[in-house]
């Protein structure tokens, strides 16, 4: 079936291309969500139109991408998780929650789908993450996962007293000692 696409519909066409799909694909999907037409006469014709307009909203939202990668482009974005002593956490941070903060941040929506995370974290520490927010645009960010009971700060310290012990050549005893207390003293509050 000839179709006229409506919008971009990533994978397929971009909005205004008349293009041949199967049936099923055309009457089950495409049509009943607006995303293309039957390719009649009129709707041949009214293609020239609807490919200015897709060409126009598709330079508007790569603008607007860009805008929005400079906002958070090399920001660093926090998330407090319980965690075991052994900096093990209790359940992981999913790109569902960093598009979550990072919408707190920018205070605009994010998809979850444009943080590029291979697996969900599930230990303390500092991630680097690319985020695509276009096939053009994408952003750098640092995610740093903290234990509850330390603000961002105080974790981030004991992660540079870790790594300057390491340096030394002396073992990285006393930072995580103290990251482990205060996840010690945190499991004993809850229990208590």
Sequence with gaps: ????????????????????????????????????????????????KLQNQAQVNRVKRLEDMKELAAEFDGSQI???????????????????IIAERLAE????????????????????GTYDLTIKLHPEVEADISVLVYPTGMTAEEYAESLVAAEEAEEDGAEPVEAEAAVEEEAESEEEQDQG
């Design 105 to 124: 941040l920018t205070e605009k929506e994010i998809d979850r789908r444009t943080v590029e995370l291979d697996e969900p974290i599930r230990d303390l």
């Design 1 to 48: 079936m000839r179709v006229v696409f409506l919008e971009d519909v990533p994978g397929v066409a971009q909005g205004g291309d008349i293009k041949e799909v199967k049936n099923g694909f055309a009457r089950n999907y495409l049509i009943p969500k607006n995303l293309a037409t039957p390719a009649t006469h009129n709707a041949v014709q009214r293609v020239q």
């Design 78 to 96: 926090s998330v407090e998780m319980r965690a075991g002593s052994s900096g093990r956490l209790y359940g992981s941070v999913t790109n569902a």
